[in-house]
Nanobody, 122 residues
């Protein structure tokens, strides 16, 4: 499956952008989808994930209550609604796919898309 993230850009603190992850190449509804981010000089970290049917969602503690992940299997797209952004949310956000199970580890995901940069200004 091929993944492409979009929707990043320069946002003011407190802003609410929405990222999209468009998938192609395989049956989208067979895959769990997640988001990871990598801030400058830091390791990649798990942000959120959603199961293939959309029935369960998972969030990192740092974004819980502010970010919402959702999916539209008819459009082969997953969304990450980000609210109340903080400067520390500045990172490249990448979407990932897995046919096995949701994981909070980088090594737990099979497919990675090119990321989109979100820069939060204070």
């Amino acid at each position: 499956v091929q993944l492409q993230a979009s929707g990043g850009g320069l946002v003011q603190a407190g802003g609410s952008p929405r990222l999209s992850c468009a998938a192609s190449g395989r049956t989208f509804s067979n895959y769990d989808i997640g988001w990871f981010r990598q801030a400058p000089g830091k390791e990649r970290e798990f942000v959120a994930a959603i199961t293939r049917t959309g029935g369960r969602t998972y969030y990192a503690d740092s974004v819980k209550g502010r970010f919402t992940i959702s999916r539209d299997n008819a459009r082969n797209t997953v969304y990450l609604q980000m609210n109340s952004l903080k400067p520390e949310d500045t990172a490249v956000y990448s979407c990932v796919a897995n046919i096995r199970t949701v994981s909070t580890y980088v090594s737990g995901w099979e497919y990675w898309g090119k990321g989109t940069l979100v820069t939060v200004s204070s």
